[in-house]
């Protein structure tokens, strides 16, 4: 698995920020390198990102910090009244059973790899399931029947060849599906 293509977080770009004033302070770049090199960090999304503005100093390797387990082909998460909630890196299998009576199940994939097409089944009685899904993700849930739940999908149908597609199957009896991209923070609004 490729690491480089996992997403970052604040503080990866913090640490690598930190890098460069460090390089500034011991007259390895100038001040106009530092501003330079710190846009492309705080605009980076990947370890791969971060490469380019610390490849020509010292100790510079770019590694993400937690080591992602292998992947499994298939896992069940099950939850009778209780919450399973999955963010970060994490290893996504191929294929994704959940199923919950009365609690939640809440995963979010968008700072790990995804496998291309993604295998969901879902079984969620009284409770609820939330895919969060990184930019370019689609989700095909017409297999999906409802009784008295509901299913709600903000992502596209279709592939769009830009990130993974979830085909999803199983049932939503008078619980919730609800499959969405991550919503925006105060700093996305701003920016």
Same mark, same amino acid.
Request: net charge negative.
């Given at each position: +698995? ?21 390089? +500034? ?76 009576? +009365? ?22 009685? +009284? ?65």
């Amino acid at each position: +698995m490729d690491g480089g293509n996992l997403r970052i977080s604040d503080a990866d770009r913090e640490a690598a920020a930190q890098r460069l004033h460090t390089a +500034m302070a011991e007259g390895r770049i100038t001040l106009d390198e530092l501003e330079e090199r710190l846009t492309v960090v705080y605009a980076a999304k990947t370890f791969a990102d971060l490469e380019p503005p610390l490849a020509d100093l010292p100790g510079a390797a770019v590694a993400p910090s937690v080591a992602v387990p292998a992947r499994k082909e298939s896992v069940h998460l099950n939850t009778e009244m209780g919450s399973i909630k999955r963010t970060g890196a994490w290893a996504v299998p191929r294929q994704l059973r959940l199923t919950t009576s +009365m609690g939640s199940i809440h995963l979010d994939l968008t700072e790990t790899q995804v496998p291309a097409d993604l295998q969901v089944d879902v079984s969620t009685g +009284m409770g609820s399931v939330t895919l969060v899904l990184p930019p370019g993700g689609s989700a095909d849930v017409d297999g999906v029947k409802t009784s008295w739940g509901s299913v709600s999908t903000k992502v596209p149908h279709t592939p769009t060849g830009r990130g993974p597609h979830l085909v999803v199957t199983g049932s939503a009896g008078m619980g919730s599906l609800t499959i969405r991209y991550a919503r925006k923070g105060l700093k996305e609004w701003f920016t």
